[in-house]
């Protein structure tokens, strides 16, 4: 399992999922199940507990995302695409992909700040426009992007290993495990696809107060959906 350039990703994930579960996992069940705001505490605990939300949220999601195109070059015929899923490659782009990340979302880490009209919350602050911009930004990053890549890597490794299944020969150790791991990322990908989307269209509407006003029952599917995200990004993926 080790020998195979996938299994980097799938580690790295958990480990980001573990870092998760014991921070930002239990900031949103004290906020959202018991009223115990933790982040509008202080102005810094509003901008790093944003910051690192957005950050790890993004890196969950884009190593499974990672994960399928890696899939896919290992599964190819062609040699020079199958030489891109080795484990120094793999471990570089892991390296990079985090770094990218994390000088992206500074921008979150800039302009988060409480908000004291009413109520006190911590949120994106400026003015409608940016705060819509900036919404329909993480709706095309946390949603659109990452599922239409999942969806078009997945069907592309599918296409793939289809003339191995062809084949009546005994499948060797290491066919056999890329077939596992093959199946482990298109199961994790419909899972993540399932419970991302719901909250990614509702933070959308809510984005825009103009075209959809928001009733009590709206924003109590928001918080089940807020729920179930955490959930699928906490949950370490073995």
Partial sequence: MRKQACSLYFITLSIINL???????VVSLLSDGYQIKLNIRS????????????????????FIVFASINRWCASSSNTQRRNLSNVRTTKWLIFMIIIFFSLLFIISLVTTGLNTDNTT????????????VYSIFQFILFSCLPSFLMLLFG????????????????????????????????VQVGVQLLLILPLSAVNLLL????????????????????????????????
């Fill in 19 to 25: 870092i998760y579960s014991p921070t930002i996992l």
């Fill in 43 to 62: 102005l810094i605990a509003c901008n790093l507990i944003t910051y690192f939300g957005t950050l790890l949220s993004a890196l969950s999601l884009y």
């Fill in 121 to 132: 919350n911590c949120g994106i602050q400026g003015n409608e426009v940016f705060v819509q």
């Fill in 155 to 186: 069907c592309m490794t599918i296409y793939n290993i289809q003339p191995y299944r062809r084949m009546a020969l005994t499948l060797s150790n290491n066919r056999r495990t890329e077939n596992q791991l093959i199946r482990m990322l298109l």
């Fill in 207 to 238: 984005s825009f107060p103009n075209i959809y006003q928001p009733t009590a029952n709206f924003y109590s599917c928001y918080f089940i959906c807020r729920v179930i995200f955490h959930m699928s990004i906490a949950t370490p993926f073995f």
